[in-house]
C-alpha cells in the first residue's frame, strides 16, 4: 500500500519556540493532504485540509496563524506549530489521499510534540 | 456526513473472529461505510470500506444491513496484533476529491489469549 512518512517522529521544544513537522507521500501523488491532532486517550481531531499550491482550509476552532500549514508540492506538505505552549504537545498525525479509482487516504506514523 | 455510533469497548479471544458492530442510522446514499484502526501511538490504518454489498479483503470482511443502517467489520481469526482502536466513518464524496474522515471515539478491542 501506499507509504505516508512524517519527520520527526518525535520533538521537544522550549515554550515560544516553533516546531516544524514534514509529511511526505513517499510513493505517490497526495491530491489532498490532511493534519490531525491527538490529545492522550481522546480521538483524532482534523485540523485542516490542504490541496498543493492552495491555502489551507482549516477546522472551526482552529488558529491559523498558530498552525501554519504549507503544501508545497504533491509529495510533501508542512506543519508548523509557531510560538509553542505546553498546551500544543500532541500527537500530530498527517494523512494524504491518492487518486486510485475512487480516492484513497493514508496515514502517517505520527509526530509526537512535547512543548516543556 | 452521518453520524455513526460503537460501543466503547470490546473483548476477543484470540483465534475467534471479533465482530464490531457500527450504527450509522442516517447515513444517506451516497455515504461510503469506512474502517480505519489506530494501534496505541500509530497513525491509523485503512481496513475495509462499502457502500452497500458486503465486502471482502485480506484484512477483514464488512457486513452492511440492507436498510445500509449499521454495519459490521468481522476480523475472522483475531490475534493478539489486533488490539487497537477500531473506528467507523460514514463518508461521502469518496469518487470525486471531497469529504473528510471525521473520527468519533471508536471502539477499543482487546484481544485476550
Known amino acids: 500500500g501506499a507509504v505516508v512518512s512524517q519527520h520527526p517522529s518525535w520533538v521537544i521544544c522550549k515554550s515560544g519556540t516553533s516546531v516544524k513537522i514534514e509529511c511526505r507521500s513517499l510513493?505517490?501523488?497526495?491530491?489532498?493532504m490532511f493534519w490531525y491532532r491527538q490529545f492522550p486517550k481522546q480521538s483524532l481531531m482534523l485540523m485542516a485540509t490542504?490541496?498543493?499550491?492552495?491555502?489551507?482550509?482549516?477546522e472551526q476552532g482552529v488558529e491559523k496563524d498558530k498552525f501554519l500549514i504549507n503544501h508545497a508540492s504533491l509529495t510533501l506538505s508542512t506543519l508548523t506549530v509557531t510560538s509553542a505552549h505546553p498546551e500544543d504537545s500532541s500527537f500530530y498525525i498527517c494523512?494524504?489521499?491518492?487518486?486510485?479509482?475512487?480516492?484513497?487516504?493514508?496515514f502517517g506514523p505520527g509526530t509526537r510534540l512535547t512543548v516543556t | 456526513d452521518a453520524k455513526t455510533t460503537q460501543p466503547p469497548s470490546m473483548d476477543c479471544a484470540e483465534g475467534r473472529a471479533a465482530n464490531l458492530p457500527c450504527n450509522h442510522s442516517t447515513i444517506s446514499g451516497n455515504e461510503y461505510v469506512y474502517w480505519y484502526r489506530q494501534i496505541h501511538s500509530q497513525g491509523p490504518q485503512y481496513i475495509i470500506h462499502?457502500?452497500?454489498n458486503n465486502e471482502t479483503n485480506e484484512m477483514a470482511s464488512l457486513i452492511i444491513t440492507e436498510d445500509r443502517k449499521s454495519s459490521t467489520l468481522i476480523l475472522p481469526h483475531a490475534t493478539l496484533r489486533d488490539t487497537a482502536v477500531y473506528y467507523c466513518i460514514a463518508l461521502r464524496g469518496v469518487s470525486s476529491n471531497t469529504g473528510k474522515l471525521i473520527f468519533g471515539q471508536g471502539t477499543t478491542l482487546q484481544v485476550k489469549p
Open positions: 462499502g457502500l452497500k
Open positions: 510513493d505517490f501523488q497526495a491530491t489532498t
Open positions: 494523512s494524504a489521499r491518492e487518486r486510485r479509482g475512487g480516492y484513497e487516504q493514508y
Open positions: 490542504s490541496n498543493e499550491g492552495s491555502k489551507a482550509t482549516y
